[in-house]
């Protein structure tokens, strides 16, 4: 987990890996947005993060994914190898989680 700003409670950045011993079938990274303060610059570190796992995990150059594109725009895209999924949490009180997925397999699946 990587903490993106000095907020008293910070937004934070996570990847997950699930999978069994043989392959990984979900790359998850999750952004918690805490407070409404630093969303956008979070939202942007989530995507740039976004954008290199893809690279690495499918082979498929996403540096032309658009950063001001929006999440629903990018969910679905098929890689061959992969499609990415999104889901928005609402947290109680204040804040936001975002999770992009990167599934293993593709949309027809």
Same mark, same amino acid.
């Given at each position: 987990?990587?903490?993106? #700003?000095?907020?008293?409670?910070?937004? #934070?950045?996570?990847?997950?890996?699930?999978? #069994?011993?043989?392959?990984?079938?979900?790359?998850?990274?999750? !952004?918690?947005?805490?407070?409404? #303060?630093?969303?956008?610059?979070?939202?942007?570190? !989530?995507?740039?993060? !976004?954008q290199?796992?893809?690279?690495?995990?499918?082979?498929?150059?996403?540096?032309? !994914?658009?950063?001001?594109?929006?999440?629903?725009?990018l969910?679905?895209?098929?890689?061959? /190898?992969?499609?990415?999924?999104?889901?928005?949490?609402?947290?109680?009180?204040?804040?936001?989680?975002?999770?992009?997925?990167?599934?293993?397999g /593709?949309?027809?699946?």
């Open positions: 987990m990587r903490e993106l #700003n000095n907020e008293a409670q910070p937004d #934070n950045l996570a990847y997950y890996v699930e999978g #069994n011993a043989d392959a990984a079938t979900c790359l998850k990274l999750k !952004l918690n947005v805490n407070s409404g #303060n630093d969303a956008p610059g979070s939202e942007i570190v !989530l995507l740039i993060a !976004l290199k796992l893809i690279e690495r995990a499918t082979g498929y150059y996403a540096m032309h !994914l658009q950063l001001e594109k929006s999440r629903e725009e969910a679905g895209i098929d890689f061959g /190898s992969g499609v990415l999924k999104w889901r928005y949490d609402p947290h109680l009180r204040e804040g936001y989680s975002l999770v992009a997925s990167i599934v293993r /593709s949309s027809s699946d």
